[in-house]
């Protein structure tokens, strides 16, 4: 429900409280939501994950051991050969048996942590929707439908990649780490101290960036949210951003909540090269006085190489769980927020039993009254007001838009509370039967209520069960679960209530020729084929099977026909009489209110006068000023009621009428080329085509990589440093056989100490090339990965906004589903990219480099023992195939979650009225019961990872046992059976580590794959890319539709049969009839929303099929009856786009739609923000910030589907004089239910059930007797 007379401020982000960040892990799992039960068995879980984990992580320092003493046999002077072959075969045997445990607890603790992570943060997801549902209309300030999508998937799905594979890689690599140091100190403390010096800079380094990340990423999260509010208005108004072109200057918008660059630097393999040097310039010393054992010094120098890549392997995971504790930390401050209207508990008083029958004392008063928007406390929207509102009585309240009619129905429905008393002075109260409603049981309250808006909100839900939901908090209120008690018979008795519901708002009609009755499932939000009158009446037959006590209509039938307001009206009358309900009217159609028992006119938040109509009309002052400002707006004329008073029944007959004067046009505002802004995007090579060049199908890798060839002087720069990284490990490799060979020397003191001095110098020189390397790569590819991440955000945007809208009328995909989806599927890749990229190419390039060594010094050695790594490769690359099969097992459950989440916040005051919040839960809890995951996709990839780092080991063991085969048998040297040895194994090493990655590339991929199927789409409705047609020259704006049928796919009968029509030029046609019967099908089929089945349309007589559907829809403007307003300035929302507009117009088109004085009366005038979707202006605020933006398009073509159904009386006088000024000399079209707004039309057609079956001007139609003067009648 709007909020009259106030307009939006900035919010500025609230950041979540940092100094008591959560524990992730213990702060999931110690949710207050979910059974004792579920949270045992996520401990167990996790224990048991834990400690495979632990066992895994610490394979690879016993490796170490083992390599140690079979070093130190290898080099013994009075070791045998039997003797080597010996040890050789235990140390051999000993690596087999560690291979096989580390498959086995690989593979348990990446599947432990993953189940685990996903059923806690099932549960963080369901209590943040489950608390965002319960705050009050101040957090809805500044939180919109988009941020809560994006929380609920891209947020919570970061925390479940953190606690699950992420935290159970970084407990396998923290063990390592830990082992490392436990057996390099207890074996070597002397050299341990000094090598593993260089660990604790790694930490230092790491928290340093990692401290300045995330104060970056806090400011990201806000911008996250921002970017997905918008992305959520943009995609639920795709009907208006068509229409007015705007999808350039739209995305652009959203592209600049994108422009931030955040990056990351990693120097591990630079302190890996600093720890060797430092490790064997002591270790010589050691060796020659202390006589240290070459092995041992080798076991600490690979216990020291192991910690490093521990660190290497931690990091990533630690940025990922420091990004999940700064989410979680917002989340749960969100989810703890207490609001100050909380509609929890059982508190407060019940004034009388809910399901007594009886009349009650529903009085209401209003006393001393005074409030300002939080947002706005300066600023007084009702100042001072008391009326009292009769029980069983009908009360109108009426006035000028901003009076404050509709904050006074928020009050009473507790969205807000009056404002703090100020200097002693109470701000008074609302007062139900004389008990302040602020002392009373809310969800009691509001279930006593039922509301009927100005624009209803329906759920994707059947008919049925939209209007079901009415039920909720009554005694008739129908059970989530089939199991329940007697729910066979209270489904019964609902379907009953619901039908008698839609009879008396006059939807039974309509509803029985859909496909399946009530069971007919519709789309939630404002896309959908439903008309605006038909989603009104299902919103009333919600609100009255309820039976509520207080029935509050705002603007409750702006959208209805006269016929059909009439006889809703009487069954609401026929209802009242017999319940004794209390109904507040908020009318701007004065007609509408005459039999009121009493009418308080208001102005400027205060209470102007009150009284019956009549008596009212002999004040002669404000109220009697509203109808005559209404009579001078277009009232029908006295002789158009004398005539119809005087006709006889007689035959009606077809009249037809076709203008042939014109009226010469004087334009009031400049014309702009808004095909230009149009193309702007759809031009840009850079935009258009955005993956992929042509519309040849290529894989994805060819297109991943075309992606990446945008980006080339970032990721090239990064993928050379990373390489350079990579081939640094096996050149230590190689360089270490020399280490071997020159510390092994025998009784020469001097040359040990010289051979360590020397390659020390070596490695040290290749830490600085590391460093340098690390610097290089981890920057350059962070960069990278955000320009790629926005631009598949955009592409995928841009993609979406070229689809036809009946796209957009499937259910799944709803604008929620959507928003969400772009932020989490472009979030996959981009994660990818940087850190993880830089570890993947980093580790490619040392297995090629370890591969080309090992080979140029042993092929004997090398070959056979890189055999098993092909197999370890295709482990890998099924791995990934796996888990993008689990991933998407999980993707499309999680949109869905989120279109649900957005929907539901979307309408939450249409939530709260009906006091669904926890029904809504329980449909949530209902539907995440019923998602499967394919956990067997999980099984197989966690036994690949399994077999990853398992055949490291046995590789090993290979190496050993044939190793030592080729240097008895003098094949090989001893220094290059080391060489060899290490090239091998770093490189199978390598090759592991990609496993542990591969979690991310199968998001990647999966994420990829979502965005190109969207850019694969081709959109239905032709556009400027599938057709090269030659431009319009000059539009005189007559429109022909030929033998026109048109059917929406749900529908099994024709919106639209067999429409022939001419529209001539520059005239003023009008569309009128009963709700539903196809007036806003036309308007569909001009604005090419939707082609028809059979037959053609044609423009100055070209098929408009054959006009690029950007430049056709230039010449178009359109003012719907939703008013669509965006983030942004009033000047943005009005321009929308239009760059070449000098302030004057817009100015001029302000006045002219009569919100001018109103917009420069804002501090900040035109560049005030509009708030979230304008939430904070009244309906007619926000219709005539739409109008302006209509009027200063200077289109060929006006398209009014009830432009002026929002206004109050003056407003609609000035502003239908400014349209009918803007109409001359253009081709105007309107949609009214209201006849003196379209009485002065060129040709008005009645249209009913898809056809037309009168056409003529007001007089001839008059003179016709038919059924235009039925519909005249009904509006006298």
């Not at 009609?509 to 519709?522: A, N, Y």
């Not at 908020?586 to 007609?591: D, G, K, M, N, V």
């Not at 349309?1097 to 307003?1125: F, K, M, N, T, W």
């Not at 943005?1132 to 009366?1161: M, V, W």
Request: hydrophobic share 45%; charged share 20%.
């Amino acid at each position: 429900m709007p909020a009259d007379g106030e307009s939006p401020v900035p919010i500025k982000p609230q950041h979540a409280p940092q100094k008591h960040a959560p524990i992730i892990l213990f702060s999931l799992i110690a949710l207050r939501h979910g059974a004792d039960e579920a949270r045992q068995l996520d401990w167990l879980l996790y224990g048991v994950g834990g400690v495979a984990a632990v066992i895994s992580g610490a394979g690879f320092p016993v490796l170490d051991l083992v390599y140690g003493y079979w070093t130190t046999a290898l080099v013994a002077a009075d070791m045998t050969p039997s003797s080597l072959r010996g040890t050789t075969n235990t140390m051999a045997g000993i690596c087999l048996g560690i291979g096989i445990l580390q498959f086995i607890t690989g593979s348990i603790f990446l599947t432990c942590f993953t189940i685990a992570s996903g059923r806690t943060t099932d549960r963080l997801r369901r209590a943040y929707l489950d608390s965002v549902l319960h705050q009050d209309a101040e957090f809805f300030e500044r939180v919109g439908p988009g941020e809560v999508g994006t929380r609920m998937i891209k947020d919570v799905g970061t925390i479940k990649t953190a606690t699950g594979e992420k935290l159970g890689f970084m407990v396998w690599a923290f063990t390592t780490l830990l082992v490392a140091l436990i057996m390099a100190f207890s074996r070597a403390a002397r050299l341990a101290g000094v090598v593993f010096g260089v660990v604790p800079l790694a930490f230092i380094l790491f928290m340093s960036s990692g401290y300045l990340a995330a104060k970056a990423d806090a400011r990201l999260l806000d911008v996250e949210g921002q970017a997905g509010t918008l992305l959520e208005q943009i995609l639920s108004s795709v009907r208006v951003v068509q229409s007015f072109a705007a999808e350039s200057f739209l995305v652009k918008k959203y592209d600049a909540y994108l422009d931030q660059d955040i990056a990351y630097v990693v120097t591990t393999p630079g302190q890996m090269a600093f720890g060797c040097a430092v490790a064997f310039w002591y270790g010589s010393q050691l060796i020659v006085r202390d006589n240290l054992e070459v092995g041992l010094m080798f076991t600490v120098f690979w216990n020291m190489f192991n910690a490093i890549f521990a660190i290497a392997n931690i990091l990533p995971h630690i940025s990922a769980i420091r990004d999940s504790i700064l989410i979680s930390t917002r989340i749960r401050s969100e989810i703890e927020r207490v609001p100050t209207i909380d509609v929890r508990g059982n508190k407060g008083e019940k004034l009388w039993d809910s399901q007594t029958g009886e009349k009650v004392n529903a009085s209401i008063e209003v006393r001393n009254l005074t409030f300002s928007y939080p947002s706005r406390p300066d600023h007084k929207t009702l100042d001072d007001v008391s009326f009292v509102l009769e029980a069983g009585k009908v009360t109108a309240l009426v006035g000028a838009s901003g009076s404050g009619k509709s904050t006074i129905a928020s009050l009473l429905l507790r969205y807000y509370d009056p404002s703090p008393a100020q200097g002693g002075k109470s701000s008074g109260g609302i007062f139900l039967a004389k008990r302040d409603i602020r002392d009373l049981n809310l969800p009691w309250l509001r279930s006593q209520i039922g509301i009927i808006a100005q624009d209803p909100q329906l759920f994707t839900a059947s008919i049925f069960e939209n209007v079901a939901y009415g039920l909720s908090g009554t005694p008739w209120e129908l059970p989530t679960s089939e199991s329940e008690p007697n729910y066979q018979e209270r489904l019964a008795d609902a379907k009953i209530r619901v039908e008698y519901a839609l009879k008396q708002a006059q939807a039974w009609d309509f509803v029985c020729k859909l496909p399946e009755g009530m069971d007919t499932r519709i789309k939630g939000g404002r896309t959908g084929v439903l008309s605006g009158g038909q989603r009104q009446r299902i919103a009333a037959a919600r609100a009255l099977v309820r039976k509520p006590r207080i029935l509050l209509l705002d603007e409750g039938t702006s959208a209805l026909d006269a016929e059909t307001e009439q006889r809703m009206m009487a069954a609401v009358h026929e209802e009242q009489a017999q319940s004794g309900m209390t109904t507040i009217l908020i009318a701007h159609r004065l007609s509408s209110i005459q039999n009121a028992d009493r009418i308080i006119a208001m102005s400027n938040g205060r209470v102007a006068e009150q009284g019956t109509y009549s008596e009212l009309m002999k004040l002669g002052s404000v109220f009697s000023a509203l109808v005559r400002h209404q009579a001078s707006a277009g009232q029908l004329t006295s002789s158009s009621q004398t005539t119809v008073s005087n006709f006889t029944s007689k035959e009606p007959e077809m009249g037809n009428r076709s203008a042939t004067f014109s009226t010469p046009h004087v334009p009031l505002y400049r014309p702009v080329s808004t095909v230009s802004v149009a193309r702007t995007v759809i031009d840009d090579p850079m935009e258009r085509g955005l993956l992929v060049k042509g519309t040849e199908p290529q894989g994805l890798a060819a297109r991943f990589f075309r992606l990446m060839g945008r980006y080339s002087q970032w990721i090239l720069i990064g993928i050379i440093g990373s390489l350079c990284i990579g081939a640094s490990f096996p050149i230590a490799g190689w360089l270490i056989g020399f280490v071997i060979e020159g510390l092994s020397i025998h009784d020469n003191d001097e040359q040990v100490l010289r051979e360590g001095r020397y390659w020390a110098m070596w490695f040290l020189v290749l830490s600085m090339v590391n460093i340098v390397s690390s610097f290089i790569a981890g920057f350059f590819l962070s960069m990278g990965g955000t320009r790629v991440d926005r631009r598949l955000r955009l592409a995928a945007l841009s993609s979406l906004l070229r689809q036809e809208i009946g796209f957009f009328d499937q259910e799944e995909n709803a604008a929620g589903s959507l928003t969400a989806g772009i932020a989490s599927q472009a979030g996959h890749v981009s994660a990818a990219i940087g850190l993880v990229w830089q570890q993947l190419i980093t580790s490619g390039g040392n297995f090629i480099g370890a591969f080309i060594l090992g080979v140029a010094l042993s092929w004997r050695l090398a070959l056979p023992s890189f055999a098993p790594v092909p197999a370890i490769l295709v482990t890998a690359y099924f791995n990934i195939a796996l888990l993008e099969k689990y991933e998407q097992t999980l993707h499309k459950p999680l949109e869905d979650a989120s279109a649900f989440a957005s929907e539901n916040v979307d309408a939450i005051k249409t939530v709260a009225a009906l006091g669904r919040e926890s029904l809504v839960m329980e449909y949530f809890d209902k539907n995440s019961a019923q998602k499967t995951t394919k956990t067997k996709y999980l099984f197989g990839g966690a036994l690949g990872f399994g077999f990853g780092i398992g055949s490291i080991l046995i590789l090993s063991a290979i190496l050993m046992w044939w190793g030592v085969e080729l240097y008895l048998t003098e094949r090989i040297s001893l220094k290059n059976l080391y060489a060899t040895f290490e090239a091998v194994l770093i490189g199978a090493i390598a090759a592991s580590r990609l496993f542990t990655y591969i979690p991310d590339m199968a998001r990647m991929i999966q994420g990829f794959r979502a965005i190109c199927n969207w850019e694969d789409r081709k959109p239905e409705i032709a556009s400027l890319d599938a057709i090269k047609a030659p431009s319009l020259e000059k539009v005189r704006g007559e429109i022909n539709f030929t033998s026109c049928t048109l059917q929406y796919a749900s529908r099994p009968k024709p919106a639209i049969e067999n429409l022939n029509l001419v529209i001539p030029a520059g005239k003023s046609v009008a569309f009128c009839g009963p709700s539903g019967g196809g007036k806003s099908s036309i308007i569909s089929m001009i604005s090419r929303f939707y082609d028809p089945n059979l037959g053609t349309i044609s423009l100055d007589g070209r098929d408009i099929r054959s006009i690029p559907l950007e430049e056709y829809r230039s010449h178009i403007s359109l003012v719907a009856q939703d008013a669509v307003l965006y983030e942004g300035t009033f000047r943005e929302n009005i321009t929308l786009g239009q760059t070449s507009i000098s302030q004057d117009e817009i100015e001029r088109a302000c006045r002219d739609a009569n919100i001018l004085s109103f917009i420069q009366s804002l501090p900040q005038g035109f560049d005030s923000p509009v708030g979230f979707k304008g939430s904070q202006m009244s309906g007619g605020q926000r219709q005539r910030i739409c109008i302006a933006r209509a009027l200063l398009r200077n289109p060929s073509i006006l398209l009014l589907d009830e432009a002026t159904s929002a206004l109050d009386a003056e407003s609609e006088r000035s502003v239908q004089e400014a349209l009918e000024q803007a109409s001359k000399g253009r081709t105007t079209i309107s949609i009214a239910h209201r006849l003196s707004t379209i009485q002065n039309a060129d040709i008005i057609h009645v249209v009913e059930d898809g056809r037309i079956i009168e056409s003529g001007s007001h007089v001839e139609l008059l003179a016709l007797n038919g059924r235009y003067v039925d519909l005249v009648k009904s509006q006298l």
